[in-house]
Structure formats: structure tokens, C-alpha cells
């Protein structure tokens, strides 16, 4: 079973969806770049460094996205993909140093070049900077629902940080930090997307509803690249979940099939990990169907994603977001 994080096809839909909006993420991608000025000149290069590596932008896009299914993309749109996107570097930051990562998006992390503690500080002003980019908004509601957003990944983080080595996480339990951690931006790019344009109650309730499961599925890909991922595809340090004790959704699936016997065995191994090798995990992972098992919940979820848009008028920009949810099932294992 292997992962094509680069599949021509997923490459393909990705690109569709993104040639949509190419101007406006032109616009973000120029923005951000210019956050750094706004910062005391002697950390504009930590600034410039954090925001400097272009991501896939998939938080931008949702946004930029969501206005074009409901109306217009305007000048309110990019602010709020930037915005969203410097929460999520600036979570990046914060989880590089969590995982003792030293690459991402193929460039030593920030911890890596200036050490932890300078790092975490990089990670609070980028934090800081985005919440007060978010006051720029008329209504006071839009800048909360940022805000909330943003406690939600960083909840999010706490409780997975709080479950370190916990044989004993519930399904619900990961589900819902994986819903704060990641799902919270997702849904409210997607949300805010359509209040931008005075969509109705029930297409914000739908795109919010699209997000939340599209992060979702989104996170549970990623955490299975984490285990069965090729660093050199991936660019990043992978195999740090296993490591720091972050026990995602293949292992609490392969714990829940065992046996009361096997679940004895496998909660030992997991927390004496010297005598395992990650690889001997990942190969259980997969014999015994637990990655098999999380690959088809992230396909439900892409389809419960893609059912909340049919609410929606067709135009370009929703077959976009479908686009978009295409592109993460090509992020799935052939086997």
C-alpha cells in the first residue's frame, strides 16, 4: 500500500481548482509576503522565514472558493485567506517544535535553525498579528468567529498534547480533536466565505459543514502519510506522531479490532516503543486493516463533504470546492 501525494491526477484536480482563483491567491500569496514589514525590523527575518515557503494554500482557497459559490470573490475574501493562513503557519510553528520536527515543505523548520524557545515566541506574534488583521472586519461577529477558530486549533493541539501515550483515546475523543484542530479553520474559511456575500443561513450551514468534514478527512490523509508517507515525496519529517506518543486514527483502529489479548500486547508495545520498530507497527497497521479501515472513513467523509454542497447553484467555483475534494482522494492509497 502506497501513498501518491503527487498523483497526476490529484495534481490535476488540484490545479483545476486553484486556476479558478489563481488572481486572488496571487493577491494572498503578495500579502502575506508583506506581513513581515509590519513587525519590529529585528524579527522581520523570522517573520520572513516562517511565512516564506508557499504551502498548498488549501485554507486561502476554501475561502476564495466559498465567495465564488455564493457570489462574488472581493477584497474582503483575500484578507480573510490571509488571515487564516497565518494562523495556520503560525500553528505550524508551534507543532514543528511539539514534534521536534527539523524539515517542512523541505527547509529546516524554524526550531531547527534558532532553537525552541525563540521559535515558540515566532509562533505567539504570528498568532497575535493575524487576530489583529481580524479587527479590520466592520462586524465585530466575523473577528470572533476568527477567533474562535483559532482557540479551536490551538484546543485542539492542547488535548492531543494532553493524550500523549493514551492507549485508551476514545474514536469520539480523536474525532473531536481532529474537528478543533484542523476542521476549525476549514469550516471557517468555507463559513465566512458565504457570509462575505449574505448567503443564506442554510449555504453558510452547508460550506461550514463542507470544511468541517473536508479538514477532517484532510487530517486523517495526513496522519496516515505521517506513518506510511516517503519523506522525500512528502518533504517533510514524517513518523513524529508515532514517536511523541500521538496515537491517530490507524493505531486507536487497529487497538479497537484487537482482541482483549492483542490490545494487552499492542498497549505494551506502544508505550515501550524500544522494543518495536515503527516499521513492525506500520506493518501491523496494515496486515491488519486498521490503515485500510481510516482510508475508507476519510473517503466518507469527502463524500459527506460533497453531499453538503448540493444545496448549492452550480457554477465553476462549487464545482471548484468538488474539485478540491477530488484532489484529496487522490491523496488516498492505491493498494
Known amino acids: 500500500m502506497n501513498f501518491r501525494p503527487y498523483s497526476s491526477q490529484a495534481a490535476a484536480d488540484f490545479t483545476a481548482a486553484m486556476d479558478l482563483i489563481a488572481p486572488h491567491i496571487a493577491s494572498v500569496e503578495e500579502k502575506i509576503r508583506e506581513q513581515a514589514s509590519f513587525f519590529e525590523s529585528g524579527i522581520e527575518e523570522y517573520i520572513t522565514y516562517a511565512c516564506g515557503s508557499s504551502g498548498k494554500r488549501l ?28 494562523i495556520h503557519i503560525a500553528s505550524l510553528v508551534h507543532d514543528d517544535i511539539m514534534d521536534q520536527a527539523e524539515l517542512r515543505r523541505e527547509r529546516p523548520t524554524l526550531n531547527a ?14 498568532f497575535a498579528h493575524a487576530l489583529r488583521m481580524a479587527t479590520q472586519f466592520s462586524k465585530a461577529d466575523i473577528c470572533r ?7 479551536g486549533v490551538c484546543s485542539g493541539e492542547i ?8 492507549t485508551d483515546l476514545s474514536l469520539s475523543n480523536y474525532y473531536r480533536m481532529v474537528e478543533m484542530k484542523t476542521g476549525s479553520l476549514f469550516a471557517v474559511a468555507c463559513e465566512l466565505g458565504a457570509v462575505f456575500n449574505d448567503a443564506p443561513p442554510e449555504v453558510v450551514a452547508a ?4 470544511g468541517t468534514q473536508i479538514g477532517t478527512a484532510y487530517q486523517i490523509i ?12 512528502v518533504g517533510k519529517t514524517l513518523g513524529t506522531d508515532l514517536l511523541g506518543g500521538k496515537f491517530t486514527l490507524p493505531v486507536l483502529m487497529l487497538l479497537q479490532s484487537a482482541s482483549e489479548e492483542e490490545q494487552v500486547e499492542l498497549r505494551q508495545l506502544l508505550l515501550k516503543q524500544e522494543t518495536m520498530s515503527r516499521e513492525d507497527l506500520v506493518a501491523m497497521i496494515v496486515e491488519q486493516g486498521a490503515l485500510t479501515a481510516a482510508i475508507a472513513e476519510a473517503s466518507h467523509l469527502i463524500d459527506q463533504a460533497e453531499a453538503a454542497l448540493e444545496i ?10 468538488h474539485s478540491l475534494a477530488s484532489y484529496l482522494r487522490g491523496l488516498l492509497p492505491s493498494q
Not at 113 to 122: M, Q
Not at 145 to 151: F, K, S, V
Not at 222 to 233: A, H, P, T
Request: glycine share 8%.
Open 59 to 86: 485554507r486561502p482557497a476554501l475561502a476564495l472558493l466559498a465567495g465564488g459559490a455564493t457570489g462574488n470573490v472581493h477584497s474582503e475574501h483575500v484578507a480573510l485567506a490571509v488571515i487564516l493562513e497565518l
Open 113 to 126: 535553525k534558532w532553537g525552541n524557545a525563540l521559535t515558540v515566541l515566532v509562533g505567539d506574534v504570528l
Open 145 to 151: 468567529r476568527i477567533a474562535d477558530a483559532a482557540i
Open 159 to 166: 488535548l492531543q498534547t494532553e493524550h500523549r501515550f493514551d
Open 207 to 210: 460550506l461550514k459543514k463542507y
Open 222 to 233: 495526513d496522519d496516515c502519510i505521517d506513518l506510511v508517507g516517503d519523506e522525500k515525496n
Open 312 to 321: 448549492l447553484a452550480e457554477n465553476e467555483y462549487v464545482n471548484g470546492l
